[in-house]
């Protein structure tokens, strides 16, 4: 005759059943019709966004690499002829916006232009140099290439080289 059951096993399986039940935000834990709450989640953590912001590369990445503020005018120009931009220049004087927009500076030649010639303060003039860098699309394949050809040819001078003369 096999040994009856003890009572001790029976009391262990409710007990932990009634552990289970009681226990908040466990795995067993789910909401009307079968499908899980999401309070599981955010107790293991399983959210993208906690895992985006505990992994340490991304944390210290800065948003725009190259400040485009701190840039010295000449270069915001360049940048601006270069690409051809269809954006007015800055003044080279960080106050002459100040002086040109009140009174009579609004009559200057400098403010009197058309609305799109007229100059803008050196901070829109980097705003819309940020936005034209950050749009232009990369090819890898001319990025390579260029890189390549640098390389290769990094201290030859160009030359041009002609048949000799004949006499």
Known sequence: MPPAASKRAAEDTQSLKEKLH????TSTSTARGGRR????NA?????????????GDNANEPEYPTNWETQPSSVLHAYR?????????AYKNPLSHVVLNQGIGK????SARPRGKRRVE???LATEVRKHFNAQAVSETNCIIELIY????????FRVRFAPQRR
Do not use: F
């Open 107 to 110: 009559m200057s030649p400098t």
């Open 122 to 124: 050196k901070r829109d």
């Open 37 to 40: 709450n999401g309070a599981n």
């Open 81 to 89: 002829r270069a690409y051809r931009m269809d954006t007015a220049t």
């Open 150 to 157: 640098k390389t290769k040819h990094q201290d030859s001078e």
């Open 22 to 25: 009681n226990l908040p935000n």
């Open 43 to 55: 107790i293991n953590g399983s959210h993208l966004k906690d895992v985006m912001s505990s992994n």
